[in-house]
């Protein structure tokens, strides 16, 4: 009798799990991640972080599920890039436009710190509750850059780097003590078009007056209590009476389930059949440098490497079954010759006849446009920061600081220019001559490619270079950028290009085998050769510190400084 009775409670709970309401949640507490793991390392290290991809095909499905009645986001304090707060802001608008009910809950928004892009991404929901503890950390757009000439100067330190142009403005942090006049242009206008952005969806979700949340941005920040009665917070409420409300009202009997969970369920993917015609998703993200894509084991950001993403490239446009590309990119640049080898394979899978389009996530700047620029359509967030089309190189002569602290160093070498890249000693007139013919040729190239790629003529492809940083709205005004949107319009409009079904399927390029990890690639052409690797950097987690400080870092098509928006 027993026996039955459990049979029959099990029979009813998986019953109720087929068919009772779901309300989907979401924890940003950890924030995260734009693409798949690129090694194993990162596989390990991101196992328990979503995935932006698996969040948006979650909440694009969910639309259209009967089942879905509400969706829950709980915002925490690691911080989001812009874009990806756009990109996500986005699919709960739409989610909210099918019928669904969306809330979001914060602990708080800034503990005693800024929370304005966090309180930004909750008003894309139809209700926002604020624990009786927290604030409300509203308080505008602010980007601030350090000057260490003076510094490096006690030490005995000087920088000879030139760049190409005037808001090429990475080496300002080493040769200026304040911002020159186009420092302070480009990021004054950043900001100004950041806030444009934010106050506009600020007003948009809580049906305010943008001249009234501009008033508040400059009142901020707020305790709990002045948050509401100024409208920006629904209710003050702790995570069990959000859960308790929210049963209440979509059925005490709806289930919990993440979106993560909830994208990779059984019937929630249309897998490709073989022989089914698929568009490639090829993931860049981190700084671009020479050989495979990787991380260091000790901490530190991920690298995009030019051979693992040619080779991505290179198997997709090889795969009969892929009839369009998804170039997915977050780099702030890097090394410009691994830059051009990407460039090439992108253009090179045009001429193949496959669409290849770009997706661009919170930083697509530098070498992150180049990689881009061939594209045949490119889709970025207004959020999103994009050109910086320059180059900057140079060196740090610590042959001063050596003398100060007693070390001495003799060079011997064949060749007038040998020593020419040593630390120890200036570069000689001549030397300094072939840095700026370098530079001059690095540029000329660069503007050239975005002048073809873009339609632009070689005069307006200059005026939106010379190093210029701009948000993805500026670009795509400029004509850098040709959409407004996210990864699932990129994809949406790659299906369109190549002729393909609406909901033709997405596969991540390499796909590959398990097996197929373990085995070394027969060659460069095999896609076993997209595989990225574990690298030991010197720097680990204090990579940024080290190449703030002029050490050894990535390349000179790079964006300077930390430039995500937060």
């Known amino acids: 009798m027993d026996a039955t009775k459990v049979i029959i409670d099990t029979v009813d709970r998986l019953r109720q799990r087929r068919t009772a309401p779901l309300v989907l949640e979401l924890d940003l507490t950890e924030g995260l991640t734009d693409g798949p793991p690129a090694d194993p390392l990162s596989a390990l290290l991101s196992m328990r972080k979503t995935r932006l991809a698996d969040v948006l095909s979650g909440l694009k499905r969910a639309r259209k599920d009967s089942r879905v ?19 996500l802001r986005q699919a709960v608008i739409q989610f909210r436009a099918a019928g669904k009910l969306a809330v979001v809950f914060a602990e708080t928004f800034g503990e005693f710190g800024a929370g304005t892009v966090p309180y930004y991404l909750s008003t894309g929901f139809e209700r926002v509750y604020l624990q009786p503890s ?7 757009v602010s980007l601030e850059q350090r000057f260490l000439r003076g510094a490096l100067g006690k030490l005995g330190v000087e920088y000879q780097v030139g760049q190409r142009h005037e808001y090429k403005t990475a080496a300002n942090t080493f040769t200026q003590d304040r911002m020159t006049e186009a420092h302070r242009e480009s990021m004054s206008r950043i900001t100004e078009s950041v806030t444009e952005q934010i106050v506009a969806g600020i007003a948009d979700g809580r ?32 995570r069990d009476e959000v859960y308790d409300e929210i049963k209440r009202i979509v059925g005490e009997d709806a289930l919990l389930l993440y979106v993560a969970r909830y994208a990779k369920g059984p019937i929630a993917k249309k897998l490709p059949h073989p022989g089914e015609q698929v568009v490639a998703l090829v993931h860049g993200t981190g700084a ?59 253009v090179l899978t045009r001429k ?33 920061l994009t050109g910086s089309i320059g180059v900057f190189g140079g060196k740090a002569v610590i042959g001063g600081l050596l003398e100060k602290i007693g070390v001495s160093s003799e060079t011997v070498g064949e060749g007038a220019n040998a020593g020419m890249f040593s630390p120890t000693n200036a570069f000689s007139e001549a030397q300094w001559a072939r840095v700026n013919a370098w530079l001059d040729r690095v540029y000329d190239d660069f ?120």
Not at 69 to 87: H, R, S
Not at 208 to 225: S, Y
Not at 555 to 561: A, D, E, I, Q, R
């Open 69 to 87: 009645k509400a969706l829950i986001v709980k915002v925490g304090t690691q911080p989001l890039g812009l874009a990806m707060v756009q990109e």
């Open 134 to 140: 927290g604030d409300v950390g509203l308080t505008g």
């Open 207 to 238: 049906r305010m007056d943008p001249a009234k949340v501009r008033e508040l941005i400059d009142r901020g920040p707020f305790i709990g209590a002045e948050a509401v009665e100024a409208g920006l917070v629904d209710q003050m409420a702790y």
């Open 288 to 346: 671009i440098r020479l050989g495979r894509s990787g991380r260091s084991p000790l901490g530190g950001g991920g690298a995009m490497g030019s051979d693992t993403v040619c080779a991505a490239l290179r198997a997709a446009r090889r795969d009969d079954h892929v009839k369009a590309v998804v170039f997915r990119v977050d780099s702030p640049g890097g090394s410009y010759v691994a830059s051009d080898a990407i460039w090439r394979e992108v």
């Open 352 to 384: 193949a006849g496959k669409p290849v389009v770009v997706s661009m996530g919170d930083v697509a700047a530098s070498g992150g446009y180049m990689v881009s620029m061939a594209a045949d359509a490119i889709v970025a967030q207004p959020g999103t």
């Open 447 to 566: 503007v050239n490619k975005v002048a073809e790629g873009r339609g632009l003529s070689r005069e307006r492809a200059h005026e939106l270079a010379r190093g210029r940083v701009w948000t993805g709205a500026d670009a795509h005004a400029g004509g850098l950028v040709d959409e407004l949107g996210g990864l699932e319009d990129a994809l949406a409009l790659a299906r369109k290009k190549a002729g393909l079904a609406v909901d033709a399927p997405v596969r991540a390029y390499p796909k590959l085998h398990p097996l197929e990890r373990l085995r070394p690639p027969d060659s460069s052409e095999d896609k076993a050769a997209a595989l990225a690797q574990v690298r030991l950097e010197a720097w680990g987690p204090v990579a940024h510190l080290a190449a703030e400080l002029g050490l050894p870092s990535y390349g000179p098509l790079m964006l300077p400084g930390g430039w995500t928006i937060r």
